[in-house]
């Protein structure tokens, strides 16, 4: 039998309902554009249907939704599974008989296939910012489709990298990285075509993101931050500064642990290593209190302020009854007094988000080491942009770290 919560604990553990007191007027959660079922833009109704992920892990449906977002397109969202992660609905399958993600239906019509999804987009909605280049500029015009080729060959010589294909595949990598900062430098930066967003970056954008956080983990090859490819760090500069990419892009961590059931087994090399403990938190990088740190995803301070804590607490809370139930999949048969005790450490996360570690009694620590089974099951399960913001994720992260260690786990 599991272990069960301590009277004492019980004493000095607040409920959910004085955890809610706790968090005053901010109860109300952030909107988060992953949660997003309508995007109106001051419109009356939505002008089209997108269909995409779950979990917004799908660098496909990424585009399309960058693209909707920079131009202000009214849309609304349906989330359908991606291949790797659930069967499809019937009703999809019919509309869409290869099953695959993107798709949008404007008026009657379907379109599946995301580049293609995107041109149609260009020329159904003139009244909206153009992304592509005018004839004026015949020149960027024509340098559209040479980028969106290069944009292949980048992903093939990554795929190839990660994997472990031909022989030369990590040459040919860095070859095609050099290919995409020279393009970059062609009209000056920091944009593909210059200093206007377009729909080039919201092509390119996705596996960019990917290919920084990916390499540096699997394969030890940084490519955000590192001299030999100024142009690419201008490029993910210049991007962070959209809200609309801040808002859908994703971290190192849910990156690097969603990849393979999408691309295949990857391929671990030692050059990698020192990136991998700090992405997975095993050099101490998710001990409290958090440092500062730079990885794909940029620089985080680590001290939670501009509400980081706030939000993943608000998310704990707020939904606090779903995630105990998600968390008890890291048990094959458990008892309900187990339930309990999960839920009371999930309660002393809350309350140590909101106050602090130092502020938690020893005595409300009093619970089964199971409990820290639980815990990591979450920890290892928290996705950004789908759950929370990076920063608010790397403190929920490490305050369910902090519960683990606590309970005297090595998990």
């Known amino acids: ?75 609304e969202v349906e989330k359908i599974n991606m291949n790797c992660y659930g069967k499809k609905p019937d009703w999809y399958l019919e509309m869409i008989p290869s099953g695959l993600l993107p798709a949008v239906k404007l008026g009657e019509r379907v379109i599946p296939e995301s580049l293609d999804i995107m041109m149609i987009l260009e020329q159904s909605f003139p009244q909206h910012k153009s992304l592509l280049p005018s004839e004026s500029s015949p020149e960027k015009k024509a340098y559209v489709s040479i980028l969106l080729k290069q944009e292949r060959r980048l992903l093939g010589a990554w795929l190839s990298c990660l994997r472990g294909g031909m022989w030369g595949s990590m040459n040919s990598f860095s070859k095609a990285l050099d290919d995409a900062n020279t393009s970059l430098m062609k009209f000056g930066g920091p944009y593909f075509l210059g200093q206007e967003f377009s729909l080039v970056d919201a092509v390119y954008a996705p596996f960019l993101e990917r290919i920084a956080a990916s390499s540096p983990y699997w394969v030890g090859v940084q490519v955000r931050g590192t001299d030999r490819w100024p142009a690419l760090n201008a490029w993910f500069d210049a991007m962070d500064t959209r809200p609309a990419y801040q808002a859908m892009k994703s971290d190192d961590f849910t990156i690097t642990h969603t990849l393979e059931p999408q691309i295949g087994k990857c391929r671990l090399l030692p050059e990698g290593a020192a990136y991998r403990a700090k992405i997975d938190g095993k050099d101490g990088s998710w001990s409290l209190p958090l440092k500062p740190e730079t990885t794909a995803w940029g620089y985080d301070d680590g001290t939670g302020v501009g509400n980081a804590k706030q939000e993943a607490a608000k998310s704990l809370i707020n939904n606090h009854e779903a995630i105990v139930k998600f968390a008890m999949r890291a048990f094959v048969n458990f008892e309900d007094s187990t339930a309990a005790s999960v839920d009371e450490g999930f309660r002393i996360v809350s309350h140590a988000l909101l106050t602090g570690v130092e502020n938690v009694r020893e005595s409300s620590l009093n619970l089964s080491k199971d409990v820290a089974l639980a815990a990591a099951y979450l920890r290892d399960r928290v996705g950004v942009p789908r759950d929370l913001t990076y920063p608010a994720a790397r403190q929920l992260r490490a305050h369910l770290q902090w519960l683990v260690k606590s309970l005297g786990s090595d998990l």
């Open 1 to 75: 039998m599991l272990g069960c919560t301590s009277a004492s604990s019980t004493i000095t553990t607040p409920t959910w309902e004085q955890l809610v007191t706790e968090l005053g007027e901010h109860t109300q959660e952030p909107f988060r554009l992953s949660h997003a079922k309508t995007r109106l833009f001051g419109s009356s109704a939505p002008t089209l249907t997108f269909y995409r992920d779950n979990s917004s892990w799908c660098p496909y449906c990424q585009r399309v939704w960058l693209q909707l977002e920079e131009k202000q397109i009214p849309y």
